[in-house]
C-alpha cells in the first residue's frame, strides 16, 4: 500500500495517514523485532467509515493502548479505530486495514485533556481503550518514574548522557522518495542516543531529542506513539512524537512520559 505523506509543519509528526493531512514516522534501516516487544501494535484508524491513516501503539494491559496525541487526535475526528498485532501484517493472517482475525477494535479512545492539534508536541500523548478482552500477554511494558530523565540534563548529566541509549519500535515507513512514502507493515526496532533534554521547568521539558549512527535508522512515517524503551528495558520513557526532517534523517524527538500531568493521565486508564 502506498501512503501520501503530507507535511505541513516545521516539525514533521511521525503518524501516516492514508487521506488525511497529518504524517507519520517508521523505523529506518533498523532490525526486524519478530517475537520480540509483542506488546508493540499497528494502530489504524477510521473517519467516516474509511481508513485515514496508521500509528504504533504499546499495549499497557490487555485494554490499554499507549499511543501519540496526535494519533488520536481532537475529539470527533476519527469514527473507528483498532490494532493488529502480528509482527508482519502485511503477510500476516489479518483483513488489513478492516477487522478480522489478529485485530481487536477500539471502543473509545483520548488524547491528553490540554491536546491540540495546533501545538501537537506540548501534549503529545493518548490512550485507546480496546474492547474486551482485548489481548493477552505474560506481561506488559512498564511506565517511568516521576521526572526520571531529569538525571540526564544539565552540567551534572552531561557525561551520563553519553552512554544512554533508547530502544525504539515502531510499524512506520523503512524509505521515503519525493513525498511517496512505503512501508512493509512490519514490527521494527533500533537504537538512538539522547542528544537532548531539558529538566523540568526549562523550555522544552516535555520532549527528548533522539539520534542515531546513520546506519543505524532513526523513526519515520507511521512510528508516531510507538514506545522509546529506556536502553534494554520494559519502562517507557516516551512515545514518538516528531521529525525535525521529512525525509526521516536526523533527530527525532519523542514525548516524555515522565512528567507528572502525563502519568496521571495515563494511570487514570489503568
Same mark, same amino acid.
Request: charged share 20%.
Given at each position: ?135 493477552? *500477554?505474560?506481561?506488559?511494558?512498564? #511506565?517511568?518514574?516521576? %521526572?526520571? +530523565?531529569?538525571?540526564?540534563? @544539565?552540567? &551534572?548529566? =552531561?557525561? !551520563? ?32 542516543? *539522547?542528544?537532548?533534554?531539558?529538566? #523540568?521547568?526549562?523550555? %522544552?521539558? +516535555?520532549?527528548?531529542?533522539? @539520534?542515531? &549512527?546513520? =546506519?543505524? !535508522? ?38 516524555? #512520559?515522565?512528567?507528572? %500531568? ?9
Amino acid at each position: 500500500m502506498k501512503i501520501i505523506d503530507v507535511m505541513k509543519n516545521t516539525l514533521f509528526t511521525l503518524g501516516c495517514l492514508l487521506t488525511l493531512s497529518f504524517s507519520a514516522k517508521a523505523i529506518t534501516n533498523g532490525e526486524l523485532a519478530g517475537d520480540n516487544h509483542p506488546a508493540v501494535v499497528l494502530l489504524l484508524m477510521e473517519a467516516a467509515g474509511a481508513p485515514v491513516g496508521r500509528c504504533t501503539g504499546t499495549l499497557l494491559s490487555p485494554t490499554v493502548v499507549l499511543t501519540a496525541g496526535h494519533c488520536t487526535r481532537e475529539p470527533g475526528e476519527f469514527s473507528a479505530m483498532r490494532v493488529f498485532t502480528e509482527s508482519d501484517v502485511r503477510n500476516g493472517n489479518n483483513y488489513y486495514p478492516f477487522s478480522g482475525p489478529n485485530s481487536v477494535e477500539a471502543i473509545s479512545w483520548a488524547s491528553h485533556p490540554n491536546y491540540t492539534n495546533a501545538d501537537f508536541t506540548r501534549y503529545d500523548v493518548g490512550i485507546v481503550t480496546l474492547q474486551e478482552p482485548g489481548i493477552i *500477554l505474560d506481561s506488559y511494558p512498564n #511506565l517511568p518514574e516521576a %521526572n526520571q +530523565f531529569d538525571q540526564f540534563t @544539565g552540567k &551534572k548529566g =552531561k557525561k !551520563g548522557k553519553k552512554k544512554v541509549s533508547f530502544t525504539t519500535v515502531g510499524y512506520g515507513l523503512q524509505e521515503t522518495k519525493a513525498g511517496i512514502v512505503e512501508s512493509d507493515l512490519l514490527r521494527m526496532f533500533t537504537t538512538q542516543r *539522547l542528544k537532548r533534554a531539558a529538566p #523540568l521547568g526549562r523550555k %522544552n521539558d +516535555f520532549f527528548m531529542l533522539l @539520534g542515531g &549512527k546513520r =546506519k543505524n !535508522g532513526g523513526a519515520c512515517v507511521g512510528d508516531s506513539g510507538g514506545p522509546n524503551f529506556f536502553g534494554d528495558s520494559k519502562v517507557i520513557a516516551a512515545v514518538t512524537s516528531f521529525s525535525q526532517k521529512e525525509n526521516c534523517k536526523g533527530t527525532s524527538g519523542v514525548f516524555r #512520559l515522565d512528567r507528572i %500531568n502525563v502519568l496521571t493521565f495515563i494511570e487514570s486508564y489503568l
